[in-house]
């Protein structure tokens, strides 16, 4: 049995489709439970009851900030393991092996779970999406218990305008080479121009030029655009483990040697910030 678990609520998202495919090749019968909007503190004790319940020996959730958060503290509660960030997997001499990358992405490796459940995160697009409809199933609805008092907000901070980066076909992503807020608020003009998403590298987010949810990398986020543009940045391996997933990326620095340029399909030796101006200046007309 295979559970598959996501924050979807009301219907299923493309982060659901691409589990449902992962959970395809196990080639075993599969549930799917929508966690909704739930924190994490109210899904852990009802998630461990329903693994138990159901006899789950995979349970495959996003590889999101809050599929991280949970995968390791579920696999614990159910004496399983964690798998992380998973790419890949097939089954050999009816054992499981998962893929995933290590070393900031410079390698991939095969993991065999000594203990099950395995309580997996998959990244985005490292699978194909299920077909969607054409199925039937039952549907159940539990209430999870609250988890008031178990966790103390100290704050919160305005989530940034703008597509979410993990369903955007198009991302313009920028580095150091942007030189500040300025730079940035070019790309979004650009990013608006082409239907697109703004991302950043760790420099540019550490800069401030920049949000954390917009971090692109091995620290941010997993995306597999239609095409990635990364404006200014020199693709250290933290970076590129990030995007993996992009069909096609255009890379734009000064430097000839950066090694963004050896992940690219299209490169172009120039100053990245008069690249964008001239980009939007053909796209207004």
Same mark, same amino acid.
């Given at each position: 049995?295979?559970?598959?678990?996501t924050?979807?609520?009301?219907?299923l998202?493309?982060?659901?489709?691409?589990?449902?495919?992962?959970?395809?090749?196990l080639?075993?019968?599969?549930?799917?439970?929508s966690?909704?909007?739930?924190?994490s503190?109210?899904?852990?004790?009802?998630?461990t009851?329903?693994?138990?319940?159901?006899?789950?020996?995979?349970?495959?959730?996003?590889?999101?900030?809050q599929?991280?958060?949970?995968?390791?503290r579920?696999?614990?509660?159910?004496?399983?393991?964690?798998?992380?960030?998973?790419?890949?997997?097939?089954?050999?001499?009816?054992?499981?092996?998962?893929?995933?990358?290590?070393?900031?992405?410079?390698?991939?490796? %095969?993991?065999?779970?000594l203990?099950?459940?395995?309580?997996?995160?998959?990244?985005?697009?490292?699978?194909?999406?299920?077909?969607?409809g054409?199925?039937?199933?039952?549907?159940?609805?539990?209430p999870l218990?609250?988890?008031?008092?178990?966790?103390?907000?100290?704050?919160?901070?305005?989530?940034?305008?703008?597509?979410?980066?993990?369903?955007?076909?198009?991302?313009?992503?920028?580095?150091?080479?942007?030189?500040?807020?300025?730079?940035?608020?070019?790309?979004?003009?650009?990013?608006?121009?082409?239907?697109?998403?703004?991302?950043? %590298?760790l420099?540019?987010?550490?800069?401030?030029?920049?949000?954390?949810?917009r971090?692109?990398?091995l620290t941010?986020?997993?995306v %597999?655009?239609?095409?990635?543009?990364?404006?200014?940045?020199?693709?250290?391996?933290?970076?590129?483990?990030?995007?993996?997933?992009?069909?096609a990326?255009?890379?734009?620095?000064?430097?000839p040697?950066?090694?963004?340029?050896r992940?690219?399909?299209?490169?172009?030796?120039?100053?990245?910030?008069?690249?964008a101006?001239?980009?939007i200046?053909?796209?207004?007309?």
């Open positions: 049995m295979i559970l598959v678990a924050w979807d609520s009301g219907e998202g493309r982060a659901g489709l691409e589990l449902l495919g992962a959970a395809r090749l080639d075993e019968e599969a549930s799917y439970v966690l909704g909007d739930a924190t503190e109210a899904v852990l004790p009802a998630l009851s329903l693994v138990s319940e159901l006899g789950a020996r995979v349970v495959l959730l996003p590889a999101d900030e599929g991280g958060e949970l995968a390791p579920l696999a614990e509660r159910l004496s399983g393991t964690a798998v992380t960030h998973v790419v890949g997997v097939e089954t050999a001499d009816g054992r499981r092996r998962w893929t995933r990358p290590v070393f900031g992405g410079k390698a991939l490796a %095969s993991v065999v779970a203990a099950e459940p395995v309580v997996a995160t998959v990244r985005r697009g490292a699978f194909e999406a299920s077909p969607d054409g199925g039937y199933t039952q549907v159940q609805l539990a218990q609250s988890a008031d008092g178990a966790v103390e907000l100290l704050g919160t901070e305005p989530v940034s305008s703008g597509a979410a980066l993990e369903d955007a076909s198009v991302i313009v992503s920028g580095g150091a080479g942007m030189g500040g807020e300025d730079g940035f608020a070019e790309l979004e003009e650009l990013a608006a121009l082409l239907g697109g998403a703004v991302g950043a %590298s420099a540019a987010v550490d800069n401030g030029w920049a949000p954390p949810e971090q692109v990398g941010g986020k997993s %597999s655009p239609d095409v990635y543009f990364a404006f200014g940045i020199s693709g250290a391996s933290q970076h590129l483990a990030g995007i993996g997933g992009a069909k990326v255009v890379a734009v620095n000064t430097d040697d950066a090694p963004i340029f992940t690219a399909r299209l490169g172009v030796v120039m100053d990245c910030r008069r690249l101006s001239a980009l200046d053909e796209l207004r007309r």
